[in-house]
């Protein structure tokens, strides 16, 4: 709900801008006018996700802070043709590339917790004929990795 400044303070003669928080008020100028509105506290669910996603975020935001002046003009100069700052160009892009290597770590660590299948050795004839693989009279039967050895 919006109000006018006049319905909250009756210093409006003297108060000629305010922005900002005041109390469980924020205050901003629209159209020349000084408004309010009641602040809400944004949601903060602290998923894992989210939490993540911040850790990111504060990688993205020391990484901007360890670059040299050089290298901040030459993002402020690329974001400028784009009618962007450079602080926020390199802010998306740089989280674009954490997110998707956090991505491929999970997927990797996923990977690393998949149960690799049992390996089968199987002798015929006195000899090793195959690790993950089963052969039978007339059949051949291969399970994950089928490897023929040599034997003795």
């Not at 006049?6 to 210093?11: A, C, N, R, S």
């Not at 602040?39 to 903060?44: G, H, K, L, T």
């Amino acid at each position: 709900m919006k109000y006018v400044i006049k319905d909250i303070l009756p210093l409006t003669s003297i108060v000629k801008a305010a922005w900002g928080r005041f109390g469980n008020y924020v205050f901003y100028m629209r159209n020349g006018k000084i408004c309010a509105r009641i602040y809400i506290v944004p949601p903060n669910p602290n998923s894992k996700r989210q939490k993540k996603d911040r850790r990111l975020f504060a990688k993205a935001v020391k990484d901007w802070q360890l670059l040299d002046e050089e290298e901040k003009q030459m993002w402020k100069g690329v974001a400028k043709t784009l009618k962007k700052r450079g602080y926020n160009l390199y802010l998306s892009m740089r989280m674009k590339e954490l997110l998707q290597i956090a991505a491929e770590e999970a997927e990797i660590e996923a990977l690393k917790k998949v149960k690799p299948r049992r390996r089968v050795r199987v002798i015929h004839s006195h000899r090793v004929i195959g690790v993950g693989a089963v052969r039978t009279r007339n059949t051949s039967q291969e399970f994950l990795f089928p490897r023929i050895l040599k034997g003795p």
